[in-house]
Structure formats: C-alpha cells, structure tokens
C-alpha cells in the first residue's frame, strides 16, 4: 500500500563546479599550479582562451594570488605565502590571544605524540616503509597519514604562533599609539 | 613493487587552500548536507555529510573525508554506517610498496592491496570522478532494496 517506489530513488547529483565562472576556473587551477607555467597553459587547464587567462592573472598577480615571472614568454604560479598570510589575519580575527595560546598548545601535544610513536625529531626523519614493518598495528598507509598529519600540525602550529604574534603586536601597537 | 624511500623527500601537509575550494562548492551541492574543514578527529581534513535523503532508511550515516596535500597527492575516503557493518573504500594518491602511486581500495572493506588505476591530475576532475562513483553506488544501493 505503500506510494514509495523505491525504484524512483534520489534526484541526480548537482555538479559541484558547473557555477564556476572563468575567474574561478583559473583560480582553481591557480592552486595546483606549483611550478612557474604559462598564462596559456593555464588558459587550458582552466578552459578559457589565453587572452582571457593573462587578464585575470594580471589581476591574481596584483593582489598577489600568484608570482609572476617576467621570462619570455612570462609564467605564473601560486603565491604561497598569500595563502599563509591570508590564513594567519583569519585565524588573529577569529580567535583571542588566549585561544590562540590553547591552539598552539594542543597542536604541541599532538606532535609530541607523533614524535614519541615514532621515536624521531621531525616527519622527514622518519623511514616509512621500516616504521610499517616494525608495527603490528599500522599499515604503510597509516604510516604515511601519519606523518603527513605530523607534517601538518607542525605548520599549523606555526601559523597559530603567528597569529598570536599578530594580535599582541597589534595590542602594543594599540597601547603606545 | 618499488619501495618509496627517496621519493618526493619530506611528507608534504594538507593543502588547506584545495580543501577550502572544494568545501564551497561541494556545501552548495543538494546531495551533501554538510561539508566542514576540520581537525576535531585529530588530523585536518574536509569532512562532507551526504543528505539522509539519497539513501535507503538502512544507512545510517554517510561520510566522505577528503585530504589533499601539498604535493597533490591525496585520501578520498568513502564511508557508509549500515546497522552492524560498515561499507567503505578509498581513492588514493600516494608512494606505498603494495600498488601504484595512483590506487582504489575498493568497497566494502577497502583492503590493502588495492587495485592499480591511474586518476585526473586536476583536483576538481578527482572529486568529479570519486562523486560519480558515488552517484552510481547510490543507484545500486535504491535498485537492492
């Protein structure tokens, strides 16, 4: 008696990028571009003509999104210390001094963690494939999670260090002006 | 079988820029609930909730962690909650002694080995293909009910 036909199922999947304009095409493939290519590379990767991709790269470079090189012909590639900065003014406006000396501590705690499962100063250091065979419970995979997450608390903590640089700078700055 | 010392020196950390893209784009999508940047399970990740709705009432809970690295290799880790089991697999990019650098771990316990498969370079073009995947595991899942 039921009017469910289980044969209907969903509606289909809406596709993530289809409201993606140009600009946020070549911004997209700006973030995976890690070595210095050229605006019409890119202009294909983000499927745009070149005219198109040197305009907005032109403006990526002015606010600077990316590094431009003047070589012949000029190439581009992602800026990451905009993504840096940008994360760090995010961080000092969203959080106090006080909570960003709390998030520095628990990202502490948790390489300390790392450090003291794998017995070694830094993720680098560490053999992967050697540190799989030597545990029971860790597969190579889990290994390799795992020191990519090393990796990643240990920038994190970094930028919530800056972070709180930022904000009791701005304090002093404050207090004296 | 290569064993991946010396390959591409340190472990790169997540790309938090990438993950931030597709958080936008995938919240904005009718299929997926909720999709968060978040460390809360101890390591950073984007954490995406699909829609109760494109599920049978068996599934409890679907969950897809997505971790891309600055090296663009990259977890895509797919979970379904079924009252009792779980159903999972795992698109992978990285160096590992048991596959290729490009590999599946296919449903439903994602077992390692995987199976050798070769992925889009392209961060979007990835999460279209594991999201189509998706879509048909969804058709199969309303077909056996």
């Known amino acids: 008696m039921s009017k469910t036909d289980p044969e209907d199922g969903p509606p289909p999947f809406e596709d993530a990028f289809a409201s993606d304009d140009v600009e946020q095409r070549i911004y997209g493939t700006i973030l995976q571009t890690r070595e210095p290519t050229t605006a019409s590379a890119i ?44 994360r760090i003014n995010q961080l000092a406006g969203d959080h106090s001094v006080e909570e960003l000396q709390e998030l520095v501590r628990e990202m502490t705690t948790r390489i300390a963690e790392y450090e003291d499962t794998y017995d070694a100063a830094s993720p680098a250091a560490v053999d992967a494939v050697a ?43 404050q207090a004296s002006g | ?12 950390p997540i790309d938090r820029p990438i993950l931030e893209f597709l958080q936008t784009r995938l919240q904005a999508t009718r299929q997926i609930s909720r999709a968060t940047v978040t460390d809360a399970s101890g390591h950073l990740e ?56 490009d590999h599946f771990h296919p449903p439903p316990t994602a077992p390692t080995p995987g199976e050798d498969v070769s992925w889009p370079d392209d961060h979007r073009d990835v999460v279209e293909l594991v999201l ?3 879509e048909d595991r969804i058709a199969a899942l309303w077909k056996s009910e």
């Open chain 1, 43 to 86: 202009a294909d990767a983000a499927d745009c003509d070149p005219k198109t991709a040197r305009k907005y790269l032109g403006w990526f470079d002015d606010l600077g999104i990316v590094t431009r090189h003047d070589s012949h012909p000029a190439t581009y590639e992602r800026n990451d210390a905009y993504f840096e900065w940008r």
């Open chain 2, 46 to 101: 984007l954490q995406v909730i699909f829609a109760p709705s494109y599920y049978p009432e068996t599934v409890d809970e679907v969950q897809l962690t997505v971790r891309w690295y600055t090296n663009d290799d990259f977890k895509f880790h797919y979970r379904e909650e079924h009252t009792g089991h779980d159903w999972e697999c795992r698109w992978d990019r990285h160096p590992n002694p048991h596959n290729t650098r």
């Open chain 2, 132 to 134: 189509e995947e998706i």
């Open chain 2, 1 to 12: 079988m290569v064993p991946p010392s010396g390959d591409g020196g340190s472990p790169a």
């Open chain 1, 131 to 173: 540190a799989a065979e030597a545990s029971d419970e860790r597969t190579i995979d889990d290994v390799y999670s795992d020191l990519a997450d090393w990796a990643t608390a240990r920038e994190e903590r970094e930028r919530y260090e800056r972070a709180r640089q930022q904000r009791t700078g701005g304090k002093r700055e």
